[in-house]
């Protein structure tokens, strides 16, 4: 800290010298410099620095909550086999098919990297699995051999007669999970390079569901993670899990122990519980049966009902977000229209809207609020949120570094976002850098107002430094002419 030294000695002798004419004037003034430099000075430096600090450390836990969520709120990709594959160099490259529940249908290892190098054996097996199990997508993690696998995935694309995409995954925490306690009990029969193959798939299928089987931490969103408090972070952490699972609502069928814990009201113990009844007895196909569930009393039942979808229940109104308390308002609003749940769907809002909800909620006796919550769910059971954000980039081609020019326009994800500008996937194996200047034409004050995590953004290289292994790109359009 640069300080105005002079002006401070010169206020604190005017303080403590009541007579400058006075012999001990001079020793009064050492005195007053002495103290300011070895005690006051240090003093103050040390509170402005600890203030400055402590401002950083909550501005970065708050990226890394913002960052967190938006990788956990990415669009699931439904409905397609995927393989998984975690690349390596002289342990080989492990594959795992996952099927669209995300059931792990068969694990394979090749060695189309160095040392081996065995590229034709390794084709042989893929082009046999796409064949065997459909498959429509390959989800490469972004570790060690990742550039060396992806530039193999696309020779081999061009060699099949099957429609088939890639996408690169950020691998973050897949070998945390898979040598965890939670991955033992899960895949008990898979080695440790199985089970990340598979979590890589399952990545995509449904981010959320996956990636809350691994400590917040280690999914590796963020900045200057080892110099934040631990606790301060773990519990910023875990409130962003919980809201976003909650905001998503959960399967109560075919949820894990992990995403099941992050309910409202559920702990590990109750979690477990869940599992074990629905394994016994058979799916859920009420709320009303998680009475039965023990540990689950009705303070725990009353937190974590509305949070819990059961698709395919006796009733339409199991896969919403209604609560059961509200089940009631709920089927009178049904009955004023002569409308069945399955009736309801995509029409209730719209009715409900044009009758008026003032009067509806009067007539109903219903708070007005709440009357619109229940007609936007009972008109869409089952909305997951996530299908209204923009979907993965998938890709079939890629590109090297000295591809790159300045000027060219690319379409990318962002993989990061921090305090000076935001890390994005450009299907180069390192991803390009837009700083925080070259992100709009008006003045940006924190990238997380113009980008987030998952964003599909185009963008334009301003330089590719294949010494340095640098992107810089800009998110603002070139001048034409």
């Given at each position: 800290i640069d300080a105005p030294v002079d002006r401070i000695l010169s206020y604190l002798d005017r303080k403590l010298i009541t007579a400058p004419s006075a012999p001990t004037a001079a020793v009064l003034h050492e005195v007053t410099e002495d103290a300011y430099n070895r005690l006051i000075a240090p003093a103050i430096e040390r509170e402005i620095r600890n203030d400055l600090f402590e401002k950083a450390e909550d501005g970065a836990i708050r990226v890394f909550g913002k960052n967190l969520e938006q990788l956990l709120m990415q669009p699931p990709i439904a409905g397609q086999v995927v393989l998984g594959w975690d690349p390596a160099f002289r342990t080989g490259c492990k594959l795992a098919v996952v099927d669209p529940t995300g059931k792990v249908l068969d694990t394979t290892v090749i060695y189309p990297t160095a040392p081996q190098n065995r590229v034709d054996e390794a084709k042989a097996v893929l082009k046999k699995l796409i064949s065997k199990y459909h498959i429509t997508l390959i989800s490469l993690g972004n570790g060690t051999a990742s550039r060396e696998s992806e530039q193999i995935i696309v020779q081999l694309l061009k060699e099949i007669p099957e429609t088939v995409q890639y996408i690169i995954v950020n691998e973050a925490g897949a070998s945390v999970y898979s040598a965890s306690k939670l991955a033992t009990e899960e895949f008990p029969q898979f080695d440790v390079g199985q089970r990340s193959a598979a979590s890589i798939a399952r990545r995509l299928q449904d981010p959320l569901a996956e990636l809350v089987k691994i400590d917040p931490k280690a999914i590796g969103v963020g900045q200057y993670q080892h110099d934040l408090k631990a606790a301060e972070l773990d519990a910023a952490l875990g409130g962003v899990v919980e809201d976003c699972v909650n905001s998503v609502g959960v399967d109560v069928n075919t949820a894990s122990v992990s995403l099941l814990s992050y309910v409202a009201g559920i702990n590990t113990t109750v979690a477990k519980n869940i599992v074990?009844?629905?394994?016994?007895?058979?799916?859920?196909?009420?709320?009303?049966?998680?009475?039965?569930?023990?540990?689950?009393g009705p303070k725990a039942f009353e937190q974590c009902a509305g949070f819990l979808r059961i698709p395919g229940g006796k009733d339409l109104i199991e896969n919403t977000g209604v609560h059961p308390e509200s089940y009631d308002a709920a089927r009178a609003l049904l009955k004023h229209f002569s409308l069945t749940p399955a009736e309801a769907v995509g029409k209730l809002l719209t009715l409900a809207d044009a009758e008026g909800?003032?009067?509806?909620?009067?007539?109903?006796?219903?708070?007005?609020?709440?009357?619109?919550?229940?007609?936007?769910?009972?008109?869409?059971?089952?909305?997951?949120?996530?299908?209204?954000?923009?979907?993965?980039?998938?890709?079939?081609?890629?590109m090297d570094l000295k591809d790159l020019q300045p000027g060219m326009e690319l379409r990318g994800t962002v993989r990061n976002v921090t305090d000076f500008g935001a890390f994005v996937d450009i299907g180069v194996h390192r991803d390009g850098l837009v700083h925080i200047s070259q992100m709009a034409q008006r003045r940006v004050n924190h990238p997380s107002e113009v980008v987030r995590v998952g964003d599909i953004v185009t963008v334009w290289v301003l330089e590719a430094d294949a010494k340095t292994n640098r992107i810089s790109l800009t998110m603002r359009p070139p001048a034409k002419g």
């Open positions: 074990a009844y629905r394994e016994e007895n058979g799916a859920f196909t009420t709320r009303a049966q998680l009475k039965k569930v023990p540990r689950l909800f003032a009067a509806l909620a009067k007539q109903l006796n219903v708070g007005e609020p709440t009357l619109r919550d229940i007609a936007a769910e009972l008109s869409r059971p089952g909305r997951d949120p996530r299908d209204e954000l923009p979907q993965v980039l998938m890709r079939s081609d890629v």
